[in-house]
C-alpha cells in the first residue's frame, strides 16, 4: 500500500523551511545547493481528471467545501514513482467535513506538524499576502473552518481548509491518533536546525525502516540554511512565490514585538492562550 508523509502546517510557518531539508536528505545525490530539489515535495493538490466535471462551474465557487468529496480519493489516485512513500505539503487542516476525512491511517504512514508562534504568523503571513495585521488576526482567530485567501476559487485543487490557527494546530496534533507523528516547533528550527532535524530523521527512520545518515543531515541542514535560500531568492524569483514580497524575508522569531500594537498582540493572545501556553509561547 502506498502510504504518504504529510508535512502540515498553518501557512507561513516554515514548511518549506522543512521540505527543504527532506528534499536535501532524501533525493540530493550530488551534496550540492540544487535550489528546485523541494520539486520532490510537492503540495497535495485534488486530482483533476476527478473534479474536471465541475472544475469550470460554479460548484467550488459557491461551496469550497466541496472540495472535501475528492480528498481521499485524490490520495488514493496518487502515483509514487520511487518506493511506496511519498511526501506531501499541505496547510489543510486535518478536518472532517460532512463524513469526508482530509485523509485516514490506510493512506497515511505519518505526520510532520510545524508550528510556529502565531504573533509571528500574523506579521509574515500578512506582508506576504499584503494585508493589514488586523485583517490577518481576524482570519486567523475565526471559529469556523475557513478557506484561506484562495485568489482563484475556480482551482478548486488548490483550495485548502485551514480553520482558526488554534484548530488547525489541535486538529494535527490530536487528530487520528493512531498515525505516529512529530511536532516541530518554528523556533527551535532557529535554535538548532541540526539537532532538531536529526530527531526528525530518527523519527522518519524508524518508521521507514531506514539507517540514519549522521553526515547527510549536516550536508542536508548547511544546504537548508535560511541565508542559503534568502540568497538564492535575491538573484532568481522563487518558483513557488506567488507574491510579489520576498518568501523567505527575515528568518527570526519576536518580529511581532516591533509590528504588532498591543491590542492586537492582546487579541491573539487571547484567542490562542491555552496553546500559546502549552507551546511555552507564553
Known amino acids: 500500500m502506498n502510504k504518504i508523509i504529510w508535512i502540515a502546517s498553518y501557512p507561513k510557518s516554515g514548511n518549506t523551511w522543512l521540505r527543504y531539508f527532506l528534499g536535501n536528505y532524501y533525493f540530493n545525490n550530488n551534496d ?4 528546485e530539489i523541494i520539486k520532490n515535495i510537492k503540495k497535495f493538490h485534488l486530482d483533476k481528471e476527478l473534479i474536471k466535471s465541475n472544475f469550470h462551474n460554479q460548484d467550488f465557487i459557491k461551496n469550497p467545501y466541496n472540495v472535501s468529496k475528492y480528498w481521499i480519493e ?4 496518487l502515483e509514487i514513482k520511487q518506493g511506496n512513500v511519498v511526501f506531501l505539503k499541505t496547510h489543510n487542516a486535518l478536518i472532517n467535513i460532512e463524513n469526508n476525512e482530509f485523509t485516514n491511517s490506510d493512506l497515511t504512514l505519518a505526520i510532520i506538524y510545524i508550528i510556529r508562534d502565531p504573533r509571528d504568523v500574523v506579521v509574515s503571513y500578512s506582508k506576504y499576502r499584503h494585508l493589514d495585521y488586523d485583517k490577518t488576526i481576524e482570519h486567523m482567530i475565526g471559529s469556523k473552518a475557513n478557506v484561506p485567501f484562495v485568489r482563484d476559487a475556480k482551482d478548486a485543487s488548490n483550495i485548502e481548509i485551514t480553520g482558526s490557527w488554534a484548530f488547525h494546530y489541535n486538529s494535527w496534533k490530536d487528530g487520528i491518533s493512531v498515525i505516529p507523528r512529530i ?10 536546525s541540526e539537532k532538531i532535524f536529526t530527531n526528525l530523521i530518527k523519527f522518519l ?3 521507514m525502516k531506514l ?15 535560511f541565508t542559503n535560500l534568502k540568497n538564492f531568492e535575491l538573484k532568481n524569483k522563487f518558483f513557488e512565490n506567488n507574491s510579489s514580497e520576498n518568501f523567505f524575508r527575515i528568518g527570526k522569531s519576536g518580529n511581532w514585538k516591533k509590528e504588532l500594537n498591543k491590542d492586537q498582540i492582546k487579541k491573539i493572545e487571547d484567542s490562542f492562550k491555552i496553546e500559546m ?6
Open 32 to 35: 550540492n545547493f540544487q535550489p
Open 211 to 225: 539507517k540514519v545518515n549522521y553526515e547527510k543531515i549536516k550536508n542536508s541542514n548547511y544546504l537548508s540554511t
Open 205 to 207: 527512520s524508524n518508521i
Open 277 to 282: 501556553i502549552n507551546l511555552g509561547y507564553l
Open 183 to 192: 511536532i516541530i516547533k518554528y523556533e527551535d528550527l532557529l535554535s538548532n
Open 74 to 77: 485524490s490520495q488514493k489516485k
